[in-house]
């Protein structure tokens, strides 16, 4: 019924850029509150950012400065633009939103992979 598509991920230098973008479909027509984490092998999964409705921003310390999170809510989609990669950004990214469908859940995209090269 709700699926999240990842995008956008790839190879890149480190002080590049990339640009993620998470795509919602099935029974989200009205994107809720919308989150990116990523997971490095061997990792624990960690929150890089979060949007609001209203298009509020919140960010790990980590990348402050760097990532900037938008929504676009015609097209149900959200954005992470990645500038200043570092290869510590070396990560699965994953969009995750909550839905309710007969109860609140989390709703976890595929994942896109993001790898930053020294």
């Known amino acids: 019924q709700v699926q999240l598509v990842e995008s956008g991920g790839g190879l890149v230098q480190a002080g590049g850029s990339l640009r993620l973008s998470c795509a919602a479909s099935?029974?989200?027509?009205?994107?809720?509150?919308m989150d990116w984490y990523r997971q490095a092998p061997g990792k624990q999964r960690e929150m890089v950012a979060s949007i609001t409705t209203q298009a509020i921003t919140n960010y790990a310390d980590f990348v402050k400065g760097r990532f900037t999170i938008t929504r676009d809510n015609a097209k149900k989609t959200v954005y992470l633009q990645m500038n200043s990669l570092k290869p510590e950004d070396t990560a699965v990214y994953y969009c995750?939103?909550?839905?309710?469908?007969?109860?609140?859940?989390?709703?976890w995209g595929q994942g896109t992979q993001v790898t930053v090269s020294s």
């Open positions: 995750k939103t909550r839905m309710f469908i007969r109860t609140w859940r989390d709703y």
């Open positions: 099935g029974s989200i027509f009205i994107i809720n509150d």
